[in-house]
């Protein structure tokens, strides 16, 4: 069984001193402060500690076979985003992190699938960067649940989705910069309660914005199993029919109507969640991810899936079917 884990992060081993480049202050770099290990700062201020994991395809691969997981979809990690940055600084950002991504699929094309990164805060940009990402041999993007605080429905990016149709790009919505996190930093709570509800706010803005009317040939998939949003669907379909004064002002679809037409991720951590977000969805809808190689993941990589009970059907649909067809990809490219 051909098995693709499309939630995966990875960075590359040294990134520039961006503030010293550009001349101010909020971007990542790393300090190789021991063998196989290195600390994400953010400036002078500790961001996180990684492993070798983080950046080393071949350990990737090695760790993977323990999991029988032949395939990753990588991507950035969110706080490499750099939206806060002017456009044409978020512009090298980015090209610098794509083409890593490319030189990695490049050495190990059975096993690395890439997600761009683009600068979002300027929209002229990150098309242009968008037909870049297609000629190097990327198939998609992963974005943030929202940037600098602005919903994903708002028209200054339709021209972002208007490319990622024409180009046949998949997009990944991945939560970050979460709502509240400077008052609620207290026992990990952005990341436990923030993400869950950071994603659920990409979703609904996306439906009551309209943009899976305006554009539907957009392939979008959400991680965390769209986070709170399945869980909510009744208190969100609720609004819609009780309040369209409020709610239906942009699209009046019921928000229902719209499971199954979205992928989402099977990082629930939880069965019976994944069995209630299976009737949501439909097995052809729900992608294996893994968030590898984080803690919050689940760095199993689906090992719960396979003790459900699930027909092998349903099993291999989450495997790698639903996967390759987010992306548009087909099996045989990496049947080694």
């Not at 480049?21 to 990542?28: A, H, R, S, V």
């Not at 199993?300 to 349903?314: A, D, S, W």
Request: hydrophobic fraction near 40%; charge should be negative.
């Amino acid at each position: 069984m051909l098995k693709i884990d499309m939630h995966s992060h990875i960075m590359p081993k040294h990134i520039p001193q961006w503030a010293d480049k550009f001349g101010y202050d909020g971007f990542i770099h790393l300090e190789h402060h021991k063998p196989g290990w290195a600390k994400m700062m953010q400036g002078e201020k500790f961001f996180r500690e990684v492993n070798e994991n983080c950046w080393d395809g071949a350990v990737r691969i090695r760790e993977y076979q323990e999991f029988e997981t032949q395939v990753q979809v990588v991507c950035t990690i969110p706080v490499l985003f750099a939206y806060f940055a002017k456009p044409k600084d978020g512009l090298a950002i980015s090209q610098f992190l794509n083409d890593d991504l490319a030189n990695l699929i490049a050495k190990y094309p059975k096993n690395y699938i890439g997600l761009g990164t683009v600068p979002m805060q300027d929209p002229e940009i990150a098309v242009q960067e968008l037909h870049r990402i297609k000629e190097i041999g990327l198939v998609g993007i992963q974005i943030g649940s929202n940037i600098n605080n602005e919903n994903l429905n708002e028209e200054k990016f339709h021209p972002i989705w208007k490319a990622c149709e024409e180009l046949g790009l998949a997009v990944f919505v991945h939560p970050w910069n979460m709502m509240g996190k400077k008052n609620m930093e207290k026992y990990w709570l952005p990341w436990l309660v923030g993400m869950p509800a950071e994603t659920a706010r990409a979703i609904a803005s996306m439906i009551f914005g309209g943009v899976f009317e305006k554009f539907p040939k957009l392939r979008v998939n959400f991680g965390h199993a769209s986070g709170s949003f399945l869980a909510t669907i009744g208190r969100i379909e609720h609004g819609f029919n009780c309040r369209p004064d409020l709610v239906a002002v942009d699209n009046k679809i019921s928000p229902r109507d719209y499971l199954g037409k979205f992928w989402v991720d099977c990082i629930t951590h939880d069965p019976l969640l994944l069995d209630y977000t299976l009737k949501l969805q439909g097995s052809n809808r729900i992608t294996l991810g893994s968030d590898y190689p984080f803690p919050l993941g689940d760095l199993e990589i689906g090992k719960f899936v396979t003790e459900m009970g699930l027909t092998k059907q349903t099993v291999d649909n989450i495997f790698c079917n639903s996967t390759l067809e987010w992306l548009d990809l087909k099996k045989e490219q990496f049947i080694i």
